[in-house]
């Protein structure tokens, strides 16, 4: 009895562990190069303009690390800056928790070969200041590795991306209320239409 209580522990135990437990950030190494087509402080505009990504493996690895890395996903980060008092982006070492990078640009199997890609920046993309972090996957779909633009601190090389919410909320409102004006101007010719011309079959 005691000995299937203490197995229906550990076996509840692995399953928390296992179920909540990612891989740890810190235990990544940093094998992947990673450049964005932007200069520092760079102001983007969500659903025009367009980043260049670069990614590849640091030529130092090569052969050593990379063979269990299938699968590479280029990643838009919160920069520090754009975390603060923002639990929902806030940056945790465990993985499966962190919510520094929630948008995938570019899902891609690994090459030895450097890959480019040109992202444009999507219409939903907040506004934020950002940078780029490449993750590898192994076969098990677990973070193996990764790279990013931007130094350890994540302070060099931030871009701004302008989302469409703040610019485009009062020209989304005016044209809803410019389609109601003329909806309401179409039924107003027609009703005035119709009494004139029941008027003049009525005459
Ligand atoms: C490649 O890795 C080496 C060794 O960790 C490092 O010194 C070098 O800066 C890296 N190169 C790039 C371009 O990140």
Redesign the pocket.
Known sequence: MKSHLLTAFLLLFCLVQTGNGGVLFSSLP??L?VTASIKQGQVLIAGEDSIILTWGL????VGRTDESYKEVKVKLCYAPISQVDRKWRKTANDLSKDKTCQFIMVSKPFQKLDQTFKWSIEKEAPTATYFVRAYAYDSAGKEVAY?QNSDAKKSSNLFEVQGISGRHLSLDVASVCFSAFALVSLIGFFLVENSKKKRSTDN
Not at 58 to 61: A, G, I
Request: hydrophobic share 25%; proline share 0%.
């Open positions: 940093q094998t190069v640091n030529q130092s690895f790279g």
